[in-house]
């Protein structure tokens, strides 16, 4: 049956139609080093309707809480995907925080697969989430109830009900996109843009595209602007000192906060000797509330490892220097360089609020 799915997924890949893309001269763009397109692409700027796409996840839940916050954002969903921890823990994690934000009752949860596409084993994340994903945090039982209608149904009637407008802020695996995607092959030039919590030209892979790799090149083949990238190396750390600022806000945010994130900040300092914890998932919710915080991005066309012992999901990007045949047209946006005081002062801002 497994051998059987995968044959028709794999041919659902083989055939995926490409649309075209618009390319627009918008946003600072570097382009010094082979592979990296001088034509840029767009820049998901003033942005208003999102899904949020999400595995929570400590800093998962953090980015859900600052989306929920933003004034300038219509979360028109949230859809769980598969990745940190368990799937039943993230759906119920999801479900209270939409109840924390004061939401609850008005925006949506959606269950999506809770598997990746091939159902193929990866590692889950508790060394750095906690057993339930919220670190110490014991989430209670949420008074909502999931929302029958799957993730990829509800991306696909929210991006058509509002075509163009929708931004995807995939922070976990793009399994929920990629099966909206392969469903409705027609939904990709509809969809605004995807905010995906990856990176590129590293053979060592990012853990969401690592959790489904498949789902990854199904969206690089779509013709849907892919925008990734956490602002280079400091752009997301949060040190000790920003979460003592944290902690001294003294509201129900600020102490979520340092409930569910001190393991992560204690991980990232001693095993990963690190100066602070990282914190992609509300760096990537933050340059969609503020697009002015991505200082700089490279256009590349990017694509997936599917097959490698090591490097299995690694997101890559290159000119073919052997064949020399010419390298496609960009189809994703790398932030390469973030602003580190703007995104604090988002999240800060969205902290200190009661």
Known sequence: MLHHRRQ???GALTSFLVPSVAILPTGPVLAAEPGVSDTPLPRLLNNRRVIVDTDPGNDDAIGLLMAL??????????????GNIRYDQQLRNALY????????????VHAGLGRPLLDRPYPTATFIHGPDGLGRFRTPEPRGRVDP??????????????????VILALGALTNVAQ?????????????????VGNAGNAVPGFNALADPEAVDVVLRSGVILTMGLGGPGATILTRGDFDRIAALDTPRSRFFIETNELRLTFETTARNAP?????????????IDPSIGEAYRAVHAKVE???????????????????APT???????????????????????LARA
């Open 8 to 10: 028709i997924l794999a």
């Open 69 to 82: 916050d933003a004034p300038n954002l219509s979360v028109e969903a949230v859809t769980v995907c598969p």
């Open 97 to 108: 925080v939409v109840e924390f934000s004061g939401k609850g009752g008005r925006i949506p």
């Open 149 to 166: 209608e799957p993730a990829a149904d509800a991306i696909r009637r929210i991006v058509r009900r509002h075509p163009g407008e929708v």
């Open 180 to 196: 909206a995607l392969l469903a409705d092959p027609g939904l990709a030039p509809l969809i605004k843009g995807v905010q995906f």
């Open 276 to 288: 602070g914890s990282v914190n992609g998932d509300p760096m990537a919710v933050a340059l969609i």
């Open 306 to 324: 599917l097959n490698g012992q090591f490097t299995r999901g690694a997101i890559l990007y290159g000119d073919n220097r052997y064949n020399m």
């Open 328 to 350: 496609p047209p960009p189809n994703a946006n790398i932030c390469v360089q973030a602003s580190n005081a703007g995104f604090k002062r988002v999240l800060f801002a969205m």
